[in-house]
């Protein structure tokens, strides 16, 4: 049963097992629903869809497999009265039209043949070229029972002609993002490095049981808690070529500062000098000087670059290269100073990875921090982590 | 035992399936949604819909998955050995039921409400798959098993902080309440504020949904801060016109603190109404 449904659902990206095909139904062998299409709709989207951004998907697919097939299923075959009929065409034609439609034949032929239309459209749901129902030109309504068409006699058994699966109003939540923050975070977490610092909050359990034995009365020994132990530095490239990133990395920098309690960010623009900052609309007022940075937190600093290298080869290599600013010395003296006081060092380049040989300060950023430029996939994320991880310091 | 929602819950149809096919099945419900949008309550309704005393799991970022099925207190263990207690040589004395196993061996099948599961470490939901999978677990020092005798109603809420793993999702069935549309929510109000002037409503309405589509909110204001708001402007019986007038220079609506929650969302508001000002 509905094997086709699961095998859609599964080419559509949505995660189906045989498990939840199973629990479908299981639903229905225990009558969970009454037997209409509309309530195993819900039974099954309930039971295939986990992810809001993926309802919308899951009614497409659903539109697809149970077309034509749910239609007529237990309901009163249609009869349409003939004052409605009249009704729908009054209310759509204009006088003119109705004259023109006059001179096809009596009024009662022409409703004789918009009935049986009518039936027939009920029957295959969906456009054609038959002239009830479709695009535009046809005097009664314009997209006949599709979705975004006139409902023709919305109080009357034609209220199903738009069905629910068909109005799509998931729609907005679709996001076929590539990396969720969980993903990020179960990345990240390569980088963990378990130690205990810092004040004793915790009960040390064999300590004090130890301690007790050996005393002969209760001694109760407390140590600090587990944390993660490892120290980051992010600078992040914000502005122009990089904007087009801005939710990935705004995912990424989430992820991070959830993940990493010692964790320090920077903001810089293309390439790193003499400066840096830490919010960016007061970037010009409050700079951090970069030898600040590099004398005050320690070699045991992990450093990850997140910027797309993409700018112009004199900003890297040349004094004065800078678009925003006069520099004294080169992005290049900078970034080996960096390299060099902090060995575990990544960059992480949003880019996608076929387009790096393009630019020519991809390839020499590449080169300055030893080779170590991932992209920001989460085969890239962990590999960047187990890099670092193998870098000590 | 049918869901149909309550005389204070509103419930659409999509709810109703999805809360029937968890409660008939006994598998878990995973409920998500904008912040206020009644996840939370819809655990309490089931309760009272099934007639069902309502077991409440609390989640907080330093839960710990084994904190829903007991804890073992070794330190009042030590301090009685100490003291010669008798209790000592016992040592389930000493075990402290946590809410997984209330509701495993509660004398009346409970409902257990999860609640805001996202919050806590993101291995917490892997930490949970068995327990929530066979209702069943161990208890490592007194050798014994619980065992629900019948699978309780769990329904799980999440705010989408992070997110689930897929092993987890496989065993539940899911439900995302979208926001209420206008007639939801005119219903939802009804309940809410039996006999209230219809056009203060449909006023307040046209002000939060205008609210509502303003892009760059950090946070649009749900279903709960309309009720909130609701009841503020009755309260305060503040003037239908002051509701009405369309004047940009003042886009900020009336007893905006119900609806507008965030310091950043408020600026906007009041740059927009500057920025009116200017072009006049």
């Given at each position: 049963m509905f094997f086709n449904f699961v095998d859609e659902l599964r080419a559509a990206g949505i995660k189906a097992s045989f498990k939840e095909h199973l629990v479908l139904l299981e639903a229905l062998d225990k009558d969970v629903i009454e037997q209409t299409p509309e309530q195993f709709y819900y039974l099954s989207r309930s039971v295939f869809v986990k992810d809001e951004g993926l309802l919308d998907r899951f009614d497409q697919v659903f539109n697809k497999v149970f077309k034509g097939l749910l239609t007529n299923y237990g309901q009163n075959p249609v009869d349409i009265p003939e004052d409605w009929l009249k009704a729908v065409a009054e209310k759509f034609l204009t006088p003119e039209e109705m004259e023109a439609i006059k001179s096809l034949g009596s009024w009662e032929e022409i409703m004789e043949t918009l009935k049986k239309r009518l039936e027939e459209q009920q029957k295959r749901h969906e456009g054609g070229n038959k002239w009830v129902g479709t695009g535009g030109t046809s005097p009664y309504g314009n997209d006949g029972y599709n979705p975004e068409g006139v409902r023709i006699g919305g109080e009357s058994k034609h209220k199903r002609a738009l069905k629910v699966w068909e109005k799509r109003e998931f729609q907005n939540l679709d996001n076929t993002r590539e990396l969720g923050t969980r993903n990020i975070k179960i990345a990240l977490r390569r980088l963990r490095r378990f130690a205990r610092e810092g004040s004793p909050d915790e009960l040390d359990l064999e300590g004090t049981i130890e301690g007790t034995a050996r005393q002969g009365w209760l001694d109760i020994r407390m140590r600090p808690e587990r944390h993660n132990a490892v120290k980051l530095l992010l600078f992040l490239d914000v502005g122009g070529s990089m904007d087009p990133f801005i939710k990935l990395v705004e995912e990424l920098f989430s992820a991070a500062t959830s993940e990493f309690k010692n964790l320090e960010f920077f903001y810089f623009h293309n390439c790193l000098y003499e400066g840096v900052w830490k919010d960016n609309r007061r970037r010009w007022a409050e700079r951090t000087n970069t030898w600040d940075i590099l004398h005050k937190y320690g070699h045991d600093y992990k450093v990850v670059f997140v910027g797309d290298a993409a700018m112009s080869p004199y900003e890297i290599?040349?004094?004065?290269?800078?678009v925003e600013h006069f520099n004294e010395e080169a992005g290049t003296t900078w970034l080996t100073r960096v390299a060099h006081v902090y060995p575990a060092t990544v960059w992480i380049n949003?880019?996608?990875?076929?387009?790096?040989?393009?630019?020519q300060s991809t390839k020499m950023i590449k080169e300055l921090v030893g080779g170590s430029m991932f992209p920001l996939t989460l085969q890239g994320l962990d590999d960047a982590m187990r890099e670092l991880t193998r870098k000590k310091h | 035992m049918r869901f149909e929602g309550t005389s204070n819950y509103v419930a659409t149809d999509d709810l109703k399936v999805a809360v029937n096919a968890a409660v008939l099945l006994r598998r878990p419900l995973l409920v998500k949604g904008e912040p206020g949008t009644g996840k939370t309550v819809l655990a309490h309704e089931i309760a009272k819909a099934v007639g069902a005393p309502l077991i409440e799991w609390h989640v907080k970022s330093t839960t710990k998955a084994q904190q829903g099925l007991y804890e073992y207190d070794a330190v009042a263990r030590l301090r009685d050995g100490q003291l010669g207690d008798?209790?000592?040589?016992?040592?389930?004395?000493y075990i402290k039921k946590g809410k997984l196993w209330e509701a495993f061996t509660a004398p009346q099948l409970p409902v257990l409400l999860i609640d805001e599961?996202?919050?806590?470490?993101?291995?917490f939901p892997n930490d949970l798959l068995q327990e929530l999978d066979r209702m069943s677990f161990d208890v490592y020092e007194t050798r014994e098993r619980v065992e629900a005798k019948e699978r309780p109603i769990v329904v799980i809420t999440s705010n989408n902080e992070k997110e689930l793993p897929d092993a987890f999702l496989r065993r539940c069935f899911f439900h995302y309440i979208k926001f209420p549309d206008r007639d939801t929510m005119q219903a939802i109000i009804d309940v809410h504020f039996?006999?209230?002037?219809k056009t203060l409503v449909s006023k307040a309405m046209d002000v939060f949904y205008e609210v509502r589509e303003v892009p760059g909110l950090k946070k649009k204001p749900s279903t709960s801060e309309l009720l909130d708001w609701l009841k503020l402007l009755l309260n305060e019986d503040m003037p239908l016109d002051v509701l009405q007038q369309k004047d940009p220079t003042k886009a900020i609506p009336p007893l905006h603190g119900a609806l507008l929650k965030n310091e950043q969302d408020v600026m906007l508001f009041e740059r927009l109404a500057f920025m009116a000002r200017r072009q006049n």
């Amino acid at each position: 049963m509905f094997f086709n449904f699961v095998d859609e659902l599964r080419a559509a990206g949505i995660k189906a097992s045989f498990k939840e095909h199973l629990v479908l139904l299981e639903a229905l062998d225990k009558d969970v629903i009454e037997q209409t299409p509309e309530q195993f709709y819900y039974l099954s989207r309930s039971v295939f869809v986990k992810d809001e951004g993926l309802l919308d998907r899951f009614d497409q697919v659903f539109n697809k497999v149970f077309k034509g097939l749910l239609t007529n299923y237990g309901q009163n075959p249609v009869d349409i009265p003939e004052d409605w009929l009249k009704a729908v065409a009054e209310k759509f034609l204009t006088p003119e039209e109705m004259e023109a439609i006059k001179s096809l034949g009596s009024w009662e032929e022409i409703m004789e043949t918009l009935k049986k239309r009518l039936e027939e459209q009920q029957k295959r749901h969906e456009g054609g070229n038959k002239w009830v129902g479709t695009g535009g030109t046809s005097p009664y309504g314009n997209d006949g029972y599709n979705p975004e068409g006139v409902r023709i006699g919305g109080e009357s058994k034609h209220k199903r002609a738009l069905k629910v699966w068909e109005k799509r109003e998931f729609q907005n939540l679709d996001n076929t993002r590539e990396l969720g923050t969980r993903n990020i975070k179960i990345a990240l977490r390569r980088l963990r490095r378990f130690a205990r610092e810092g004040s004793p909050d915790e009960l040390d359990l064999e300590g004090t049981i130890e301690g007790t034995a050996r005393q002969g009365w209760l001694d109760i020994r407390m140590r600090p808690e587990r944390h993660n132990a490892v120290k980051l530095l992010l600078f992040l490239d914000v502005g122009g070529s990089m904007d087009p990133f801005i939710k990935l990395v705004e995912e990424l920098f989430s992820a991070a500062t959830s993940e990493f309690k010692n964790l320090e960010f920077f903001y810089f623009h293309n390439c790193l000098y003499e400066g840096v900052w830490k919010d960016n609309r007061r970037r010009w007022a409050e700079r951090t000087n970069t030898w600040d940075i590099l004398h005050k937190y320690g070699h045991d600093y992990k450093v990850v670059f997140v910027g797309d290298a993409a700018m112009s080869p004199y900003e890297i290599t040349h004094p004065g290269g800078s678009v925003e600013h006069f520099n004294e010395e080169a992005g290049t003296t900078w970034l080996t100073r960096v390299a060099h006081v902090y060995p575990a060092t990544v960059w992480i380049n949003p880019v996608p990875e076929k387009q790096w040989s393009y630019s020519q300060s991809t390839k020499m950023i590449k080169e300055l921090v030893g080779g170590s430029m991932f992209p920001l996939t989460l085969q890239g994320l962990d590999d960047a982590m187990r890099e670092l991880t193998r870098k000590k310091h | 035992m049918r869901f149909e929602g309550t005389s204070n819950y509103v419930a659409t149809d999509d709810l109703k399936v999805a809360v029937n096919a968890a409660v008939l099945l006994r598998r878990p419900l995973l409920v998500k949604g904008e912040p206020g949008t009644g996840k939370t309550v819809l655990a309490h309704e089931i309760a009272k819909a099934v007639g069902a005393p309502l077991i409440e799991w609390h989640v907080k970022s330093t839960t710990k998955a084994q904190q829903g099925l007991y804890e073992y207190d070794a330190v009042a263990r030590l301090r009685d050995g100490q003291l010669g207690d008798e209790r000592v040589h016992d040592i389930s004395n000493y075990i402290k039921k946590g809410k997984l196993w209330e509701a495993f061996t509660a004398p009346q099948l409970p409902v257990l409400l999860i609640d805001e599961i996202d919050k806590a470490d993101i291995e917490f939901p892997n930490d949970l798959l068995q327990e929530l999978d066979r209702m069943s677990f161990d208890v490592y020092e007194t050798r014994e098993r619980v065992e629900a005798k019948e699978r309780p109603i769990v329904v799980i809420t999440s705010n989408n902080e992070k997110e689930l793993p897929d092993a987890f999702l496989r065993r539940c069935f899911f439900h995302y309440i979208k926001f209420p549309d206008r007639d939801t929510m005119q219903a939802i109000i009804d309940v809410h504020f039996p006999g209230i002037q219809k056009t203060l409503v449909s006023k307040a309405m046209d002000v939060f949904y205008e609210v509502r589509e303003v892009p760059g909110l950090k946070k649009k204001p749900s279903t709960s801060e309309l009720l909130d708001w609701l009841k503020l402007l009755l309260n305060e019986d503040m003037p239908l016109d002051v509701l009405q007038q369309k004047d940009p220079t003042k886009a900020i609506p009336p007893l905006h603190g119900a609806l507008l929650k965030n310091e950043q969302d408020v600026m906007l508001f009041e740059r927009l109404a500057f920025m009116a000002r200017r072009q006049n």
